[in-house]
């Protein structure tokens, strides 16, 4: 058996910063374009890393990354579609088995307090923290959507 990583793992370690930056619709997304004109001065929904969790929209700090966007974006490279929509089912498993290992093997670090850089809406203490260094959301515990590379 192996003991290097596999394919997939690579591939997710190489494109995690690629498929944040990516303008792919997942589940989740919370990143939207103007379309219309003039966009409005505080438009700021255009940027990288608007995500929504448990109905609260905010953007990760540059070093967090939703693993949906890195799911859609491997999904579209592999053409991993089935009804030209839906992420196929075997390829989902692969991956989820994938991101699995890479956080037992400690070169991914799942996060349940994670550090954001802006949210919509008002401070709400049940799911966003003001610390003294920053703003953190509450995430689940046993959820593995965000992580940060070790």
């Known amino acids: 058996m192996s003991k290097g990583l596999g394919e997939l793992q690579r591939e997710i370690m190489n494109t995690l910063q690629t498929a944040k930056e990516s303008s792919i619709f997942y589940r989740g997304n919370a990143r939207q374009e103007w379309y219309g004109e003039p966009k409005p001065i505080d438009w700021k929904f255009d940027k990288p890393g608007w995500v929504i969790s448990r109905g609260r929209r905010f953007r990760l700090a540059d070093h967090v990354f939703d693993l949906r966007a890195s799911l859609a974006y491997l999904a579209m ?8 929509r839906y992420i196929a089912p075997s390829f989902d498993a692969s991956f989820s088995r994938a991101t699995k290992n890479l956080v037992a093997r400690g070169l991914l670090e799942a996060l349940t307090v994670i550090p954001i850089v802006d949210y919509m809406g008002e401070l709400d203490l049940s799911s966003l923290m003001e610390l003294s260094d920053g703003l953190y959301f509450v995430g689940a515990v046993r959820q593995r959507r965000f992580v940060r590379a070790v």
């Open 77 to 84: 490279k592999h053409k991993a579609f089935v009804y030209g």
